[in-house]
């Protein structure tokens, strides 16, 4: 063993827990969590509080888009934010947008501010602390150093980033005591282009709330009068020791690992799903939880996950662009928190190779202004007219925009996790369960709803069964309506939809975006017909809307699957009903700017204008050829530096093993380590050639100035190249000594 590795793996057995305390009050005892949840963000409450009652009204009013925020107003809020932040120690403020790197970006401003002042004919310099309304509404970033797509160019730099007045202000602690006020914001251009995430996620809500109210105006439902999507993000990750991470330049640099081979003892004997968490583990993951509350961030659940070193954090559902900012400072806060206890937290889908890669199950819905789940079946979903039009509605619109769905989940991280045997395939289905089936296959036969047998179910009624565990001491418990298939991309749970093929590394940002406007393209589609056949009535009737559910039912019956999505058979089965499969990201990016696709998201739901969508599809392609080029690179200074040197030496040995042997007069034809110095020697010479492969592949991407044929070109090419070199390597590190190893291995890593 190195003795770098060697001094790594002493130091964690040295380590010496954190002790974090949760907050107590004065006489000592524990605040509960809702005693100090959200204490560091600026709420409703607390403007309420702070704000002569005028300005609280109109900007409660700018909120609901009745009212424009005016200077007089701006200011006043302004003035009681910085008020609020410097009394908990804030020392600056920053605007918080999401430009599309899947992560956030901020520069801080102090409030200190010079006034200058002339008395008697002097200057007198007072300092001063200031944040006027025009610093709360709106700020400069330079646009050009963020990816736009060539929206953007060093001669025509100006951006802005503008409060998103939604989402509310808060604090984050920073260094020796101070504090920073972050400001949540949306980043466009100087022409008014969506440079970010986030816009066009707001965006997306708004159109599919006027669609949402259009349609229960229709069936009567005429008091709603706005719609939320709604979205729980389940956040999985690894945490590796950080001195053993620093030991792994494919590590540090690409967030996974470009070689290494699985151990015997991994994930095969399913005990760390659900298992007790390492202590160091709880405790970073505890003290990321306290911080979190205190952003009014609702965690609710941890768990170890699947493979070992991977946990999961999931929080309770909110409204949409929320929940992502919150999944965002998620990924933020346990980055930082794991850094105090010497961990590294690994974001990446597919880290370790052989074991579960990691992702972000969206849990989608919607609700209405009053609080109410649309997509809550109710005990009888086949007169439930709002449930039926919103379920098929959404089923329909995977249906239609499938493909779209799967370019938002396209990246060349998700690549290597999508397909394998933890996470959905590159086909895009939808999953409802035995009893929802029989609802929609009932509705759309015209007939009464089939019985299942008793040994399976005890009431096709979709308001929960009962299940009798025969068992005296333990009562019966309530079974869901639906089975959980952990193989579909797109599954109904409940009273939610689960967009399970999400990447673990990406902003929740774009899935959601493109999957309300797939929803909003579906909904309208819908309302027209029912328009069509309600006629001249004021609402539609019962039999109306399950005429329209009827046609709608039949149209995507071809993407519902109850199957196991990761069989060979599927993949047969879905070619013969048309369902795409789409297995590379420049397949997926291509969907974005197929006719049908564009025609949705930049005319009949305008989300984006065609140069936004042009952009998109560019900084895609760019990214993922950056991100090959990248890790290409990383793997030919790997197997320089540190594979072929590490070989060479263990070859070294053993050939003056077999010179001792030969001079001691031994025969050493059949010598054992002769076996073992042709293999080394056969792996070096083979890894030294295809090195030379993935030199050419990386030559002919950088040489191509044509970022899509790049791309293509970086998937079949530098990927193909990268695995062989992987492949051999990995064997290589079954053969070669563990003290001429340099690099720690998964036992290390994951144990």
Not at 116 to 132: L, R
């Amino acid at each position: 063993m190195s003795s770098t590795r060697k001094e790594s793996l002493i130091a964690i057995t040295d380590y010496h827990q954190r002790n974090v305390e949760t907050p107590r009050r004065a006489d000592g005892k524990p605040f509960y969590t809702s005693e100090y949840f959200g204490q560091n963000v600026f709420t409703i409450k607390e403007m309420e509080r702070t704000l002569p009652k005028s300005i609280f009204q109109k900007f409660i009013q700018q909120q609901k888009g009745r009212v424009s925020l005016d200077r007089a107003t701006a200011d006043a809020i302004a003035h009681a934010a910085r008020v609020w932040a410097m009394d908990r120690g804030a020392t600056h403020f920053t605007h918080w947008f999401q430009p599309q790197t899947d992560s956030t970006a901020e520069k801080h401003d102090a409030f200190l501010s010079l006034k200058t002042s002339i008395t008697n004919g002097h200057e007198t310099v007072t300092a001063i602390d200031t944040f006027s309304g025009s610093q709360l509404l709106q700020a400069e970033p330079d646009a050009s150093s963020f990816p736009n797509g060539g929206m953007r160019t060093t001669f025509e730099a100006r951006g802005y980033t503008v409060w998103d007045t939604t989402s509310p202000l808060f604090i984050q602690q920073a260094p020796h005591g101070t504090a920073v006020l972050y400001i949540p914001c949306v980043f466009i251009s100087y022409n008014g282009e969506a440079l970010d995430e986030k816009t066009a996620l707001l965006r997306s809500n708004e159109a599919i709330s006027h669609a949402a109210v259009r349609l229960l105006h229709l069936i009567g439902n005429t008091d709603t009068k706005r719609v939320i999507t709604t979205l729980g993000v389940e956040q999985e990750f690894f945490l590796v020791d950080r001195g053993l991470c620093t030991l792994r330049p494919d590590l540090k640099i690409c967030g996974r690992t470009l070689v290494g081979s699985v151990p015997p003892k991994h994930q095969q004997l399913e005990d760390h799903y659900f298992g007790k968490m390492p202590t160091r583990v709880l405790a970073c993951i505890s003290e990321a939880e306290i911080e979190l509350f205190k952003l009014g961030v609702p965690m609710k659940t941890r768990h170890n996950e699947v493979a070992p070193g991977q946990f999961e954090m999931a929080p309770i559902f909110e409204e949409s662009a929320l929940a992502v900012d919150h999944n965002l400072l998620t990924m933020e806060v346990l980055h930082r928190v794991a850094h105090r206890h010497k961990l590294k937290v690994l974001f990446h889908e597919k880290p370790f190779k052989g074991v579960n890669g990691s992702g972000k199950h969206c849990n989608w819905s919607i609700s209405t202004d009053t609080g109410e789940n649309i997509l809550d079946p109710s005990v009888k979903p086949e007169t439930n007219p709002r449930f039926l039009l919103f379920f098929v509605a959404t089923i329909y619109a995977v249906y239609r925009h499938g493909a779209l769905l799967r370019a938002a989940i396209a990246t060349s991280s998700n690549e290597h996790r999508l397909g394998a045997n933890e996470a959905p395939p590159g086909i895009i289905s939808v999953f409802l369960g035995d009893q929802l089936n029989e609802v929609l296959d009932a509705v759309e036969e015209q007939r009464e709803i089939k019985n299942f047998s008793q040994h399976q179910i005890q009431s096709v009624k979709v308001g929960g069964t009962i299940l009798d565990l025969k068992i005296a001491t333990l009562p019966p418990i309530s079974r869901d309506l639906t089975d959980r298939n952990r193989t579909s991309p797109f599954a109904f749970t409940g009273n939610k939809f689960e967009f399970r093929a999400v990447g673990s590394k990406q902003s929740p940002s774009f899935p959601v975006t493109l999957l309300n406007a797939a929803v909003c393209a579906a909904l309208n589609e819908i309302a027209n017909e029912l328009e069509k056949i309600k006629g001249d009535k004021p609402f539609a009737s019962l039999e109306d809307v399950l005429t329209v559910v009827r046609i709608f039912i039949k149209k995507s019956k071809p993407i519902r699957f109850e199957g196991d999505n990761y069989s060979k058979e599927w993949v047969e089965e879905a070619a013969r009903r048309g369902i795409p499969n789409i297995t590379s990201c420049p397949e997926a990016f291509k969907m974005l700017l197929d006719p049908v696709h564009q025609k949705i998201l930049t005319e009949t739901v305008p989300i984006f204008t065609v140069p936004e969508l042009q952009s998109r599809y560019h900084i895609l392609n760019e990214k993922y050829v950056k991100d090959l080029l990248i890790e290409a690179n990383t793997l030919k200074g790997l197997v320089s530096q540190y594979i072929i040197p590490s070989a060479f030496e263990y070859r070294k040995e053993i050939a003056e093993s077999l010179v001792s042997l030969n001079a001691l007069g031994l025969d050493v034809s059949a010598a054992p380590e002769k076996n073992v110095l042709e293999r080394v020697g056969a792996l070096t010479t083979t890894i030294t050639a295809l090195m030379a492969d993935l030199e050419k592949a990386v030559e002919d991407v950088n040489s191509t100035s044509d970022i899509v044929l790049a791309s293509e070109k970086a998937h079949h090419e530098i990927l193909k190249a990268m695995d062989e070199i992987r492949t051999n390597v990995d064997v290589l590190e079954q053969i070669v000594a563990d003290k001429y190893w340099s690099l720690p291995k998964y036992s290390e890593l994951l144990f």
